[in-house]
């Protein structure tokens, strides 16, 4: 044999494709063994046939392997075959062999020449065989016969390249003498995932049919058409052989004596032969699960590692057991409640750096979307002072009032109270959502048990909405408290007398931000409130186009720079009188942008008596609530940024628009709101008593000053009772309530009953486990220790064309075209096998895998 000390190898790697595949795991686990390919009746049958002794496969014409064959040769002192699906039973008559491989075939794939890749496994025993694990798959065909799909040809290269992609397949590629060896499909797949030819084995058949002058005497030395391990040469037995049933020995005696009579091939008759071939693959096999055999270990020892808690936790589950269901019903309560806590309060236990936890949602909900909802409320300055107006007007009726009316101002200051229910009612919604959604993501591991997960859904949502009404109403307890009493003495409020000191101040024009210490800008705006990336749309396309930036956000600017360094500022824009308003998608773009726009106005005076006009800078509210000493003869909005009315932001999601939105309403810079009175006319009533706006103006401030006060409130409060009425109150039902009102349903028993594809997968897990430790403890029989011979150099096969090459004229039958190079010769004796350093050579990347048209090739990994 020449493996001495191995030769339990080959068996042993059956007995773990009995083990592993009971489970499935054998095709995933890529256990070594040969596959035989080629085209349709190039006598791949008869090799097999030869190596048993016995006519054992089914023949006829067209695609006769339908699926394939896991033919496994052990040696034996009697002879007989089992199938893996007739367990126990034993085939000592080949005939029946043959027709249960045809009843197999047909159970799955029916009888109209349709193929399958789901295997028939055969074990034959023999006294006249060596261990061999073979696969014999479906022929190479070009022409869809019968119901064949009329893709057939691409099925087969794919269920082909299923099996030989595994880098522990050797492939045996069985080409006829009297084709075109240059065009031999086998070859063409061979080299399509083994270029370096390191797993290829070619086997040369039907020598005794060729023309009359030619042989395949330089084919078989390997010097022209060279492959790394050369070739064997066969001679099978005839068609009329076959219907003459010669016998399979008779045939090998025939075969032996070409060779040696044949005046080309006797002087290599002893490497020649079926015998030889067998005892060839025998050897290479073994060599090559000796080589495989660490991997495969530390791969089973793997999987087995990764099986064992989760088996472990299976074996000791009794699904009859009340006990036993009572403890897991407890563990997974137990278990939810602290998944929950997790996802809420936070936890440096397995952070998420992937998507934000719902705690982390709920915390921007309360800092960024709730402020924002109210801060768009807060500041629509136009509609305020229409209802100012209308008030004062209308409490004074056909008088005229010398005095601001403080009715005017409760009245107002109610209405802007009740306007804060809304954003409460939305932040609450938003909060209760995130928290039927962590609650989702918590019981999703309840899905083993799906009565146990519809009722613990149920309850703790009913809960979740129970404590939303009652946090509700503690809001409009608050807001109600605030509407009943307005605190005109609170220490924070400015008073009528600083309501019209502001008044007189505002009127004198003097810039807030250069007030106080000499120009120098107070700590506060020396804050960054934000740093990021936005693409800056304001670009034409001549200088490039939309670019991204590095923003930084202070209290009194808005810069950008080239990037993170910081070094080279492209822009500085002050932040007075800035406003944002939100921009639509771009067509074809996945970002969302806003807009920065100035609220200032460009007013072009008309001058007196024909003198030339002037232009003036205002806000467009003191353009509408100011007595111009001029008339006006054009305004437009002033720019932000060179020549652009506005300055156009985008940013990468959503959740990134709402951050940056936050932060520019920290700095000051609020959302556009666009007025409208309840008739749906936009722009107020523009009155000229100068008294009636100093009226509107001082309840303005007054208000402001008073809504401040509401805001900071709400703001601190809304989250406080939320926290309190609605997480705290779920978090704390879970961990202590949830369990007993599972109780209290009376069918504990019930909840416990396990989906049928958890007792699926629990079964599954269990075979698998088991499987695994029989499959390592068969490997922990063999010893490792033998000898093995060298792989042969590379050689030039540069000759096997791709699959939509032209045939090149070189072939078997005329050898007599140009030669190349003597290639080496294939090994005397001994096979060759696949050594370490020969594996690291498999790191070259392979050639495409052949293209056909109207569909995609196989696909053809990369070895690494």
Not at 98 to 103: D, M, N, P, V
Not at 601 to 616: F, I, Q, T, W
Request: aromatic share 6%; net charge positive; proline share 5%.
């Amino acid at each position: 044999m020449g493996n001495r000390g191995m030769e339990d190898l080959i068996p042993l790697v059956n007995r773990l494709h009995e083990a592993l595949g009971s489970v499935g795991h054998s095709c995933s686990l890529q256990l070594p063994q040969i596959a035989v390919v080629g085209g349709q009746s190039a006598g791949k049958s008869s090799v097999l046939e030869n190596f048993v002794g016995r006519d054992f496969l089914p023949r006829g014409s067209g695609i006769v392997t339908r699926r394939p064959l896991i033919l496994q040769l052990l040696h034996a002192n009697t002879e007989y075959g089992e199938f893996l699906h007739c367990k126990g039973k034993k085939f000592t008559d080949f005939d029946k062999v043959c027709k249960e491989i045809e009843a197999e075939t047909c159970r799955v794939t029916g009888s109209n020449k349709g193929i399958s890749s789901v295997p028939i496994s055969l074990r034959i025993y023999s006294p006249h065989v060596l261990n061999l694990t073979l696969v014999d798959l479906p022929g190479i065909t070009k022409v869809p016969v019968g119901d064949q799909p009329a893709d057939i040809e691409y099925q087969i290269r794919d269920m082909i390249m299923q099996y030989i992609c595994n880098e522990n397949c050797l492939i045996l590629a069985v080409s006829p003498a009297n084709a075109d060896l240059a065009t031999s499909d086998a070859l063409k797949l061979a080299k399509d995932v083994d270029p370096q030819g390191q797993r290829t084995i070619g086997v040369i058949t039907k020598l005794d049919l060729m023309d009359g002058g030619t042989d395949a005497r330089e084919i078989l030395e390997n010097r022209l058409l060279p492959l790394r391990r050369g070739y064997i040469g066969v001679v099978n037995r005839s068609q009329k052989d076959i219907d003459g049933k010669k016998d399979i020995k008779a045939a090998l005696d025939a075969e032996r004596k070409f060779f040696l009579s044949h005046p080309s091939y006797k002087h290599m008759a002893e490497r020649m032969g079926t015998p030889y071939l067998q005892r060839i693959l025998n050897q290479q096999l073994t060599n090559h699960i000796r080589d495989t055999l660490p991997a495969f270990r530390s791969h089973l020892q793997s999987q087995l590692l990764a099986l064992n808690k989760e088996a472990e936790e299976y074996r000791k589950y009794s699904p009859d057991d009340p006990a036993r269901r009572t403890k897991t019903l407890l563990q997974l309560v137990q278990r939810l409640a602290v998944d929950f806590e997790k996802l809420i309060e936070g936890s440096g236990d397995k952070v998420d750096t992937v998507h934000l936890s719902g705690g982390a949602k709920i915390n921007r909900i309360f800092h960024e979307r709730f402020p924002y909802e109210l801060v768009k409320i807060k500041f629509d300055e136009k509609k305020l002072r229409q209802e100012i107006n209308y008030a004062i007007r209308n409490i004074h009726g056909v008088r005229t009032g010398l005095f601001t009316p403080d009715l005017a101002f409760e009245a107002i200051v109610k209405k802007q109270i009740l306007r804060v229910t809304g954003p409460c009612m939305k932040c609450i919604d938003m909060v209760s959502q995130e928290l039927i959604t962590t609650v989702y993501q918590c019981i999703d591991k309840l899905t083993s048990f799906p009565t146990l997960r519809n009722e613990t859904e149920r309850i703790v949502t009913s809960e979740i909405r129970e404590q939303e009404s009652k946090c509700r109403e503690q809001v409009m307890l608050l807001i109600d408290i605030q509407l009943a009493y307005i605190n005109t003495r609170h220490e924070d409020f400015v008073g009528f007398t600083n309501g019209q000191q502001m008044y007189t101040q505002g009127n004198k024009k003097v810039p807030e931000r250069m007030t106080g210490n000499q120009g120098v800008a107070p700590p506060s705006s020396l804050i960054v409130i934000r740093k990021g990336w936005l693409t800056l749309n304001n670009i034409s396309i001549i200088k490039g186009g939309a670019k991204e930036y590095w923003f930084i956000l202070t209290a009194e600017t808005l810069s950008w720079f080239k990037d993170d360094a910081e070094k080279e500022k492209k822009f500085m824009l002050p932040l007075d009188n800035l406003m944002l308003k939100d921009v639509e998608k771009g067509f074809m773009s996945s970002k969302c942008a806003f807009a920065i726009f100035s609220t200032e106005l460009r007013v072009d005076m008309r001058g007196e008596k024909g003198a030339n006009s002037r232009l003036e800078f205002c806000t467009s509210y003191e353009l509408f609530y100011s007595t111009l000493p001029q008339e006006v003869k054009s305004t437009s909005s002033r720019n932000v940024y060179k020549d652009y009315k506005c300055l156009e932001l985008a940013c990468n999601s959503q959740e990134e628009l709402d951050s940056w939105k936050a932060s520019l309403l920290r700095a000051g810079v609020y959302p556009e709101k666009i007025p409208v009175d309840e008739r749906g006319n936009g722009a107020p009533e523009i009155f000229m008593d100068p008294q009636l706006e100093r009226q509107v103006e001082t309840i303005r401030n007054l208000v402001n000053s008073y809504m401040n006060i509401i805001y900071k409130t709400i703001r601190d409060l809304l989250p406080k009772t939320t926290m309190h009425l609605m997480i705290n109150s779920v978090k704390e039902f879970i961990g202590s309530e949830l369990l007993a009102q599972l109780y209290a349903l009376g069918e504990c028993s019930a909840l416990m009953d396990e989906s049928p594809e958890q007792q699926q997968h629990r079964e599954e897990v269990l075979r698998q486990h088991t499987a695994l430790k029989e499959a390592l403890a068969v490997i922990g029989e063999i010893s490792t220790t033998t000898c093995t011979t060298p792989l042969p150099p590379p050689v030039d096969s540069s000759w096997i064309q791709p699959s939509s090459a032209t045939q090149p004229k070189n072939s078997v039958r005329g050898h007599r075209a140009t030669t190349r190079g003597h290639a080496p010769q294939a090994p005397l004796g001994r096979a060759a096998s696949l050594s370490s350093r020969g594996r690291k050579q498999l790191s070259g990347h392979l050639n495409r895998a052949p293209s056909v048209p109207s569909r995609q090739p196989p696909p053809v990994p990369k070895v690494k």
